[in-house]
């Protein structure tokens, strides 16, 4: 999301004529998107807006503007906080520095030369109303904000136009998008449907889904819309009901593994790669190894895995004790990557021999193409720049847990 976000702000300032400056001091303009869903990366936002701060003694044209999960909805104290800091600009919310381009007479619209491949980001709704106990985001993104579907498939159609093969949908809970617009009839499906004609999309893809909104009339839907990728990101955070209901998700270990087996089968071949958290209080051993069983189970495509740690502002730092042992934490952490490396291994290899669809994201100087499958794979095949936005067969060679490696089939492509 934070990536998607700090490319729209370079979209819109290439927009208004500004080139990208080498360093701080070179800038008439910085803007820091700060992520702070670990007290860590918070830390690290503000020493870095403090010494900009600093520079602004020295350069006092420059205006400096501040976005990101920093940045609460509703708070007066960030600017005595920062007082050199001349602008606020809520995670998502750059009206602030639309307003500053218009009283400075600055004109244009959006650059998309700013789009870097053919597979761009599209946030479709801000915020999360679950409350995961760990969590911060809900805190400081706010509710559920979606955008209306008409912004949604203009802004499609305008990337479409300047030569986007992809979009991917994002939000924190994309599968609640539309909930929060009473009267406008329209769900994640109803979107994606409407995206299914925007001309020159090849893929659309979407993620984060919350488990217990991904429903069998959603999978129904899809699984007839063929430029909508079957891939899922779907958090599972922990493979035992304590530890699941410890951190406030909605749904037990076996809803969760149900949910895995009805995406396999109304949408065989589906991608699905999920997130889990370590060491969270109280986890115990036995607790451990049922997420461990989980992962051995369900055969994901990726797992990304953190340990716990205690963000200062949420229900868990306040109410529950961080007793799991930091090397103990480490240790869970490398054995899930071992295991998780023996799963997605296994799936590989049995990819090696066939033909896959990958959309050609980019190809280097050395001619090295890289892209993804339709179900999320990443893929490295031999290929000239010109493939670049095509959809291509790559026939596989070698897998490895993270990655196919094979040749391009010549002969097959979108352009034929
Ligand atoms: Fe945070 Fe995701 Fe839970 Fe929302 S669903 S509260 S964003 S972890």
């Known amino acids: 999301m934070n990536m998607a976000e700090s490319t729209r702000l370079v979209a819109k300032l290439r927009g208004w004529g500004f080139e990208e400056a080498a360093i701080p001091e070179e800038a ?39 976005t990101g999960c920093l940045v609460p909805l509703h708070d007066g104290q960030l600017q005595e906080r920062f007082p050199q800091v001349d602008m606020f600009m809520p995670a ?46 809900p805190s400081r993104r706010g509710k559920e904000r979606s955008r209306p579907p008409g912004e949604v498939v203009f802004e499609a159609r305008e990337l479409a136009r300047s030569g986007v093969k992809e979009v991917v949908l994002l939000g924190q809970n994309v599968n609640a998008y539309g909930r929060d617009l009473p009267g406008a009839g329209c769900d994640l499906a109803g979107l ?31 699984s007839t819309m063929d430029r909508v990728c079957p891939a899922f990101s779907l958090p599972a ?55 461990v069983s989980l992962v051995t189970g369900e055969g994901f495509d990726t797992v990304h895995i953190a340990p716990y740690s205690p963000r200062p502002g949420t229900v868990a730092a306040r109410t529950l004790k961080d007793d799991v042992p930091a090397g103990e934490k480490k240790r869970r952490q490398r054995r899930l990557e071992a ?8 799936s590989g290899a049995r990819l090696v021999g066939r033909d896959v669809e990958v959309l050609v994201e980019d190809v280097s100087g050395g001619g090295q193409g890289r892209g993804r499958t339709r179900s999320g794979r990443l893929v490295f095949f031999p290929a000239a720049e010109d493939r670049v936005g095509l959809e291509v067969m790559v026939s596989v060679k070698q897998a490895s847990p993270w990655w196919l490696q094979g040749i391009l089939k010549e002969g097959r492509t979108t352009d034929d």
């Open 28 to 66: 008439d303009v910085v803007v820091v998107n700060a992520c702070v869903v670990r007290q860590r990366a918070e830390e690290r936002a503000v020493s870095r807006i403090k010494t900009l701060e600093s520079l602004k003694a020295s350069h006092p044209g420059l205006t400096l503007a501040v």
């Open 92 to 137: 998502g919310d750059l009206s602030g520095l639309d307003s500053w381009a218009v009283e400075h007479g600055l004109e244009g619209d959006c650059a998309p030369s700013v789009l870097n491949g053919p597979s761009v980001f599209l946030p479709v709704i801000q915020g999360c109303t679950n409350g995961c106990t760990y969590c911060i985001v």
């Open 192 to 222: 994606l449907r409407e995206l299914q004609n925007v001309e020159g999309l090849l893929r659309i893809r979407f993620l984060t889904s919350y488990p217990t909104d991904v429903t069998d009339s959603f999978l129904e839907e899809i």
């Open 237 to 291: 955070q922990a493979g035992d009901d304590a530890v699941l209901s410890g951190m406030g998700r909605r749904y037990t270990v076996a809803q969760y593994r149900m949910l895995v087996s009805r995406i396999r089968e109304a949408l065989p071949g589906a991608g699905i790669s999920t997130d889990v958290i370590v060491g969270f209080p109280g986890e115990n051993e036995v607790q451990f190894e049922g997420t």
């Open 339 to 346: 295991v998780q490396r023996g799963v997605a291994t296994e």
